[in-house]
């Protein structure tokens, strides 16, 4: 089972900084790598599918990178709605596995 | 507008059944995969089961193995998983999901969850 490690698990920040979150895999997930936003009460909310790839609708301060084991989430200016817990899930091998989150929390 | 809707969860006894429903509309619900992923609230996120478009390949986690059984009715545009011998540790709200992009690693949309009680 190919674990994902995310780290922090808790980011502080205020609105307006630069968010970066990291996701490692334990072994290598190639790009089958997503990301996803959850608020409190909600679903998960896709944000990044295939390492990279923004999802429909989701803002351009959103982007990813990564290949491999190591991959990066960065929102690049924080906005109010977007404080929030954020998971990384890969689909490279079965069983699919998510990180632990990484908790965006308002500074 | 693509939706799914998750029906079926409840209180159950350790031991007890359970068959959870979710039915897609706005798209084309026989040319997606579709996942089972299940939370505990307050807790992260854990993928329980995955099906292809039609059915071919099924996998599940291994704490679910052998006791949940994941299927699909293309007609009706249904998923379900069948959840048999459920222990306390599977309490937890159910999300049905499906492949957002064929092929892709990633889930769009989700449903809003039912949830799953196991206690005596």
């Known amino acids: 089972e190919i674990v994902l490690t995310q780290s922090p698990a808790t980011l502080s920040l205020s609105p307006g900084e630069r968010a970066s979150l990291s996701c490692r895999a334990s072994?290598?997930?190639?790009?089958?790598l997503a990301w996803y936003q959850q608020k409190p009460g909600q679903a998960p909310r896709l944000l990044i599918y295939?390492?990279?790839n923004r999802a429909t609708g989701v803002p351009g301060r959103f982007s990813a990178t990564g290949t491999g084991t190591d991959f990066t989430l960065t929102i690049s200016s924080l906005e109010p709605e977007d404080f929030a817990v954020y998971y990384c899930?890969?689909?490279?091998?079965?069983?699919?596995?998510f990180g632990g989150g990484t908790k965006v929390e308002i500074k | 507008e693509m939706k799914l809707v998750e029906s079926g969860g409840g209180l159950v006894k350790p031991g007890g059944s359970l068959r959870l429903s979710c039915v897609g509309s706005?798209?084309?619900?026989?040319?997606?995969?579709m996942n089972w992923v299940r939370q505990v609230p307050g807790k992260g996120l854990e993928w329980v089961s995955f099906?292809?478009?039609?059915?071919?390949?099924?996998y599940y986690a291994d704490s679910v193995k052998g006791r949940f059984t994941i299927s699909r009715d293309n007609a009706k545009n249904s998923l379900s998983l069948q959840m048999n011998n459920l222990r306390a540790e599977d309490t937890a709200l159910y999300y049905c999901?499906?492949?957002?992009?064929?092929?892709?690693?990633?889930?769009?949309?989700w449903g809003q969850g039912t949830l799953v009680t196991v206690s005596s």
């Open positions: 099906i292809s478009s039609s059915g071919s390949y099924i």
């Open positions: 999901t499906k492949t957002a992009v064929i092929g892709s690693a990633g889930d769009d949309p």
């Open positions: 899930q890969q689909r490279s091998s079965w069983p699919s596995t």
């Open positions: 072994q290598s997930v190639t790009i089958f």
């Open positions: 706005g798209y084309s619900f026989s040319d997606y995969s």
């Open positions: 295939d390492a990279s």
